[in-house]
């Protein structure tokens, strides 16, 4: 018997499981009947206990006190005792189930004990029943040979081994296996021990008749099932043979014929051909077979053979065969291996011809197989090395075994062996018992034997009514010591018979059971307490006998089937007849799934009872199979749960209205496992991302989540699904249309009564419009602070600016105001008068670059600088611009060296900024350099770009100062204002002018005294373009010979300017000094043009302007204007246009300027 290891957490999980049942159970009940099922408890404590220990009973002790407490003692769902009867009620309960647990611990031990007990009993029964007389044999349930001993396998002529493991249907004629088969069957479920004695006729090996008087006795498992039986064979033969004389002379010659078929049938017998000359092999298809091949298989030649041998056996098989053709003989054995992979044995005998000189012709010969021979071969050496390992074993066997061994050695019971185990059990010290019946008929022994309290007379003991009767012998009697120490025993004694058939002596075995049968007594209490728990939870119980289609039916099953209780024994018709009928097709093939897979069978039905009502049950069965596999009988249990089935229905109709309720939310609504597995999107959801539930389950939801927040998202998410928080984040999810929009995302665990997470509940909340404000506010303060800080500084630099700019305008008017002043008061010279003249104009044309570069920064901060594109030829700009400050550097004596390469392609700009960068450079060399200096101006091509590089010998720059030598209003120091002058406007004007020819412009110094260089680089155009380029262009200055124009400025000196320089174009100027004036001579003259003031008394050129364009509405036709204006300024040259004028000139007036104006406008 078998002993199972069971690990020790897998106790406790029982136990634990046990108790976790017991209390869904009870909570169950106590919500349905309103009534505490305390009892239940009980329950978990006794399997618990009887699985696992003590030690797991007590651990579900434990359990079961503390959530019979929390959950069925008031105050619920605290751990506190307010009342003397709750404390009493612990205290019982805490009792009762430790001795629960220590009874079936006990019970454990002592099955344990009882089991290693039975064992060493069992080998000694088997030595016993090696040294009977009798032909003893054991076969299991099914008729399969477990045992025979030597004495049976002489009679039917058989060696053991080949008996062993034989059915015994095998060794009888049919009928009588029929017979047999019926008494196999009528011991399984009998369950009884009843003993039987009949008349056998048995097959012997040579196929004679054996006759025997069978005595059989069942053998019952600890559950009392049937599982083998015992039965001992008295040959009668001889008495037999005269009755069945007469039919054995008739069927003689059929059976000896019969007899021949099975003995070439079962001999396995192949033969062969080989002809050894031609190397033609010939078998027999009996020979195929014994290869593993199918009829016509077989190669037909000698390697064909060989390739079917052992590779280990090969080498001695051909060394035979060579051996042979010289002997004649050929006999051997070797392995074959089948196609399969299988291994068999085969005994080669074959005899060789040869012609008349002695040389071999041909082999012919057998092949046997002889695998079952080498087999029992094997199994008869090992089984010779297992008896002699057990004659030690039983040498000490009588010493060591647990069991009380007595033997006697006559039939009386006069002269006996004890073992200790035996002495122990008696109480007294070994040798001191010799004899259980003297000759003077005096007791031995210091205690009684009793049964039922009865003294035992010495003649029936056990041994001695063996002796007598030559039966075995099977009790239980009562070893009294005294009035309080009573052991219970049970033992079986056996006689042992001589070669005469006459009893020799008897053997007993006897065991103290005291132990088990207090554990079986308690044992049947707590089963009678299940029964009752099982009633009390108003479950059902069922047992089905697939064999004879018999249910027995607890009476609470009957009632939840509706039927009547009291008719236990019903049938599988009367379980069909309740089930409903739509169910009912479905319930009948998961019970035969279950039955053919050895599954565990668990369903929900409906039962329909006569009075047409309609209950759910709930039903869990297991089926249990023979030793062929055949299912044979069926346990299960069910409870009613039409409750539960209302509840969940009407669940269902709440989850329906919650997902209606989802569906019309404004928000993204979602349910997730406790592991964050998404389950559950609202319609919202799906309206939103354009996804499908597919697409989206699981981890899918973020496919629609910004890249960006993906990272962040899974971290907070994990982290809450690990710690249990509450999950709140803000992130974005594309929309269908495909723009991404912000999402406050929050989600709350649900837990059970446990407080373990279920499910997660969350939403995602469109916060799109709230975060774009939240962020424009942000962004706005931002902008604020940053304008504040941009105005505190912007105020510094006005300061400064301002401060500069005073210096600035009022060094060059100091020279203009002194000199004019001296040309009106004072007759000077010419020389001097030209001197004066010169200062003057060279003064104004610096306050007018000062002017300029304050409106070209005005106009680059604004983005509003704009240029005047056209075809540029750099050799020609870097010339003219040197040229402007040639003077300037004679003045300083300041060499300038020029390398100019005249292949420079030419490009798209405006020439008169491009100058303005070349001069505003040149101008810095100048001021900079000292006197004597020089200055180094080089153009070349380089690539696809023309580069100019200026590199002086001045004051140069500093590594501190060279990174902010572009920025407006920065110099590097104030002394340097104070010595050179300037703005600090004229190199970012500069950098600006050059982006926006998408050129670059750098500044170098090795630091202060080593000069500075300035490189600036330009993309030419390609020569495509200049060829289309200089086809389109014109080269002529403008025809403004012979038009008409109005001019009006309320500023006579202006105006007298702005004549002359019409005037120098052929044009016919009328000058007026007011609008009325300028209102008559247009009505008169129809001029070509109108060029008027803007800053004008009483009427100025805005409303001038409104009034010709009303003029022109009544009369027709439209006259170009242009204003004439000293604002600089965008929101001027705005409202110029919007009241009416095309363009606008800002004073100082350039002529040139102003004639390329008058020629664009007439045109």
């Known amino acids: 018997m078998l002993k199972v290891q069971r690990l020790q957490m897998q106790r406790y999980g029982v136990a634990i499981l046990s108790v976790l049942m017991a209390l869904l159970l009870g909570l169950m009940l106590e919500k349905l009947l309103q009534i505490k099922v305390a009892s239940l408890f009980f329950a978990a404590v006794v399997f618990s206990s009887w699985y696992g220990g003590f030690f797991a009973g007590l651990v579900a002790t434990v359990l079961a006190i503390l959530a019979n407490n929390y959950f069925f003692t008031q105050p619920l769902y605290v751990f506190t005792l307010n009342n003397a009867s709750d404390a009493l009620e612990l205290i019982i309960f805490s009792s009762v ?14 099955k344990q004990a009882s089991e290693a007990k039975l064992a060493t009993l069992q080998v000694s029964y088997r030595r016993l029943l090696e040294t009977a007389n009798e032909g003893i044999w054991i076969f299991d349930s099914t008729g399969k040979t477990e045992y025979v001993n030597q004495r049976l396998a002489q009679m039917l002529g058989y060696a053991i081994e080949e008996m062993i493991g034989q059915p015994v249907f095998n060794f009888v004629e049919h009928q009588v296996e029929i017979e047999l088969e019926r008494w196999l069957t009528q011991q399984r479920y009998n369950l009884q021990d009843i003993r039987q ?21 069942p053998i019952l498992n600890q559950q009392g099932e049937f599982s083998s039986a015992i039965a001992m064979l008295t040959d009668i033969t001889k008495r037999k043979q005269t009755e069945v004389a007469l039919k054995e002379s008739q069927t003689a010659l059929q059976q000896k014929q019969e007899r021949l078929d099975l003995a070439q049938s079962a001999a396995k017998i192949g033969s062969f051909e080989w002809n050894i000359q031609t190397n033609v092999n010939i078998w027999s298809k009996e020979l195929e077979a014994l290869y593993g091949l199918n009829p016509g298989e077989f190669g037909g030649s000698y390697e064909e053979w060989a390739r079917w041998v052992h590779p280990d056996d090969l080498a001695k098989a051909e060394a035979d065969v060579v051996n042979s053709l010289k002997t004649g003989e050929f006999f051997t054995d070797w392995r074959v291996v089948w196609k399969d992979g299988s291994i068999h044995w085969m005994h080669a005998r074959a005899k060789v011809f040869y012609d008349d000189a002695g040389k071999p012709l041909r082999m012919v010969g057998i092949n046997v197989d002889i695998s079952d021979r080498k087999r029992a071969e094997f199994a008869l050496q090992k089984s010779e090395a297992i008896a002699k390992a057990r004659a030690q074993e039983l040498e000490t066997f009588m010493e060591t075994v647990p069991a009380a061994v007595w033997i006697a050695h006559d039939p009386h019971c006069h002269h006996m062996s004890v073992n200790r185990a035996a002495y122990d059990l008696m109480r007294l010290p070994p040798g001191s018992v010799l004899t259980a019946t003297p000759a003077d008929g005096e007791f031995p022994f210091k205690f009684k034997i009793q049964k039922n309290g009865e003294d035992i007379p010495p003649n029936e003991l056990p041994m001695q009514l063996a002796g007598s009767t030559g039966k075995p012998v099977e009790a239980e009697c009562e070893f009294v010591f005294s009035d309080d120490d009573v052991r219970s025993i049970y033992g079986r004694a056996v006689p042992l018979w ?46 089905w006998d697939l064999l004879s289609d018999r249910v027995m039916w607890t009476p609470y099953h009957e009632i939840i ?3 009547e209780p009291g008719n236990p024994h019903r049938t599988y018709q009367d379980w069909l007849n309740r089930v409903h009928p739509d169910d009912l097709p479905r319930v009948q093939v998961k019970i035969q799934t279950a039955m053919t897979k050895r599954q565990d069978y668990e369903d929900e039905y409906r039962v329909v009872w006569a009075d047409g009502s309609i209950h759910w049950v709930s039903s869990f069965g297991r089926f249990q199979y023979d030793q062929k596999g055949q299912a044979i009988r069926m346990l299960g249990m069910l409870f009613e749960i039409s409750d539960r089935k209302q509840a969940e229905a009407a669940l269902r109709q709440r989850e329906l209205m919650f997902r209606k309720l989802a569906d019309t939310m404004p928000q993204m609504f979602w349910i997730t496992k406790p592991d964050g597995y998404h389950e559950y999107f609202n319609q919202r959801w799906y309206d939103y991302t354009g996804k499908t539930l597919e697409q989206t389950n699981g981890e899918g939801w973020q496919t629609v989540l910004h890249p960006d927040d993906v990272q962040r998202t899974s971290e907070v998410w994990q982290d809450s699904l690990r710690t249990g928080k509450t999950y709140e984040i803000e992130y974005r999810f594309l929309r269908a249309d495909g723009e991404y929009r912000w999402h406050l995302g929050r989600a709350f665990p649900l837990r059970n009564q446990e407080g373990q997470i279920i499910n997660w509940f969350g939403s995602c909340t469109d916060i799109h419009d709230q975060k774009l404000a939240i962020e424009e506010r942000a962004q706005a303060l931002e902008r604020e602070r940053a304008a504040r800080l941009e105005l505190e500084k912007a105020s510094r630099m006005k300061d400064d600016f301002l401060a500069i700019v005073s210096h600035e305008l009022r060094s060059p008017l100091n020279p203009i105001l002194g000199w004019s002043t001296l040309l009106l008061n004072r007759q000077l010279n010419a020389q001097k008068t030209t001197q004066a003249l ?31 594109i056209c075809e540029v030829d750099l050799v020609a700009i870097v010339e003219a611009s040197v040229e402007t400050v040639r003077l300037a550097a004679e003045a300083k004596s300041i060499q300038i060296q020029i390398q100019l390469d005249p292949t420079v392609g030419k490009l798209e700009g405006d020439p008169n900024r491009l100058q303005q960068v070349v001069v505003n450079i040149l101008t810095n060399a100048v001021k900079f350099t000292p006197v004597g200096g020089r200055i180094y101006i080089q153009l070349q091509q380089i690539g696809t770009n023309a580069q100019i590089q200026v590199t002086d010998t001045g004051k140069g720059i500093s590594a501190d100062f060279l990174p902010y030598v572009f920025e407006r209003f920065r110099q590097a120091d104030a002394a340097t204002t104070r010595k050179f002058g300037g703005l600090g406007l004229g190199l970012a004007i500069v950098r600006h002018i050059v982006e926006l020819h998408d050129g670059k412009i750098q500044a170098a110094s090795p630091g202060e005294g080593f000069g500075a260089t300035f490189t600036v680089t330009l993309p030419v155009m390609t020569p495509a373009a200049q060829s289309i380029e200089n086809q389109e262009l014109q080269n002529h200055g403008p025809n403004l010979q012979g038009l008409r124009v109005v001019a009006v400025d309320d500023d006579v000196d202006s105006l007298d300017l702005i004549a002359f320089i019409l005037e120098q174009y052929g044009i016919e100027v009328t000058a007026v000094s007011s609008a009325r004036e300028a209102i008559k001579a247009i009505a008169q003259i129809q001029p070509d043009l109108l060029i008027s003031d803007i800053a004008m ?18 009369k027709g036709g439209k006259l170009p204007a242009i204003a004439l204006t000293a604002f ?16 606008h000139i800002t004073k100082p007036v350039d002529p040139d300027e102003l004639a390329m104006v008058i020629e664009q406008e007439v045109k």
């Open 197 to 217: 004695q009949f008349d056998l006729c048995l097959r012997c090996k040579d196929t004679s008749e054996l006759w025997a008087i069978v005595s059989t006795s």
């Open 1128 to 1143: 600089a300024g965008e929101t001027n040259n705005h409202k110029i246009l919007a009241a009416g004028f095309q363009n």
């Open 498 to 543: 001589d070669e005469a058939g006459a009893v020799r002596g008897v053997i007993g075995v006897f065991l103290d059971v005291t132990e088990r049968k207090q554990v079986e007594d308690a044992l049947r209490e707590n089963q009678e307490r299940l029964a009752l728990a099982l009633d009390a939870a108003r479950m059902g119980s069922w047992d």
């Open 1097 to 1114: 008394p009483e009427i100025d050129g805005y409303t001038l302007i409104r009034q010709v364009r009303e003029m022109e509405a009544v």
């Open 561 to 563: 089937f509706g039927y």
């Open 97 to 110: 189930s430790l001795l629960i647990s220590s009874l079936n611990a006990e019970l454990q031990v002592a």
């Open 838 to 868: 010169e200062i003057i104009q060279r003064n104004a044309k610096l306050q007018t670059r000062l002017i300029d570069d304050l409106l070209d920064v005005s106009r680059i901060l604004r983005g509003k600088l704009s240029l005047n």
